[in-house]
Structure formats: structure tokens, C-alpha cells
């Protein structure tokens, strides 16, 4: 089964940039459609971005333009690549493997935008 653990979340200011990443133990990650979700405070948990498994990504309009998925197979590890962060953009970021068969989630990292 694999396992996923999401790290490089932190506090940054407004009109800056962060990276997260996505590491998985247990099984390739080469089989599964990749997605980044995040959950606000008082808010349900939505999709940012998702990259599947042949390279192809989509993204959350809110998200559109300033952020980027991409996967590294060899090394495991899916990451998230955010610019032009505002406050809104605050939450947990959680890593998902997912499957016909299954779903898996990591523990979440979260992301503050603030001054």
C-alpha cells in the first residue's frame, strides 16, 4: 500500500512563491493520477491541481496560471510549485494517490500567506 508524506509547506508573504512536495513509500506512484487538494478553515477540501500518470495536468481556476504540478517517477515524488500566492491560497495541502481500485491521502502540510 503506498504511503504518502507532504513536506516544504510554510509562512509567506503575499506575491511569493513556495514549493511542496509528495513523497511516496510502499509502491511506484508511476500507476496513479497524482492530485494536490487543500482544506481552509470552515471549508471543504478542494481539488488544486491533478497530473495523471501520462503527464497530462489540470487545475482549479483559482489556482490557473500561478501554480504547477509536476511528478518526478524516478524519484517517487509529485510536487506543487506556487507563485503569486495570496491569502486566500491559506490552507492545509494534502497529497492524493488515486486509483480505480483505491485513494490515498498523506497527512498535509499547511500553507499561510500573510504579511
Known amino acids: 500500500q503506498v504511503q504518502l508524506v507532504e513536506s516544504g509547506g510554510g509562512l509567506v508573504q503575499p506575491g511569493g512563491s513556495l514549493s511542496v512536495s509528495c513523497a511516496a513509500s510502499g509502491s511506484s506512484l508511476t500507476p496513479y493520477t497524482m492530485g494536490w487538494y487543500r482544506q481552509a478553515p470552515g471549508k471543504q477540501r478542494e481539488l488544486v491541481a491533478q497530473i495523471t500518470s501520462g503527464g497530462a495536468a489540470n487545475y482549479a481556476d483559482s489556482v490557473k496560471g500561478r501554480f504547477t504540478i509536476s511528478r518526478d517517477n524516478a524519484k517517487n515524488t509529485v ?14 495541502y494534502y497529497c492524493n494517490a488515486a486509483s480505480p481500485y483505491f ?4 497527512q498535509g502540510t499547511q500553507v499561510t500567506v500573510s504579511s
Request: charged share 15%; aromatic share 12%; net charge negative.
Open 79 to 92: 510536487y506543487l510549485h506556487l507563485n503569486s500566492l495570496k491569502p486566500e491560497d491559506t490552507a492545509v
Open 103 to 106: 485513494s490515498v491521502w498523506g
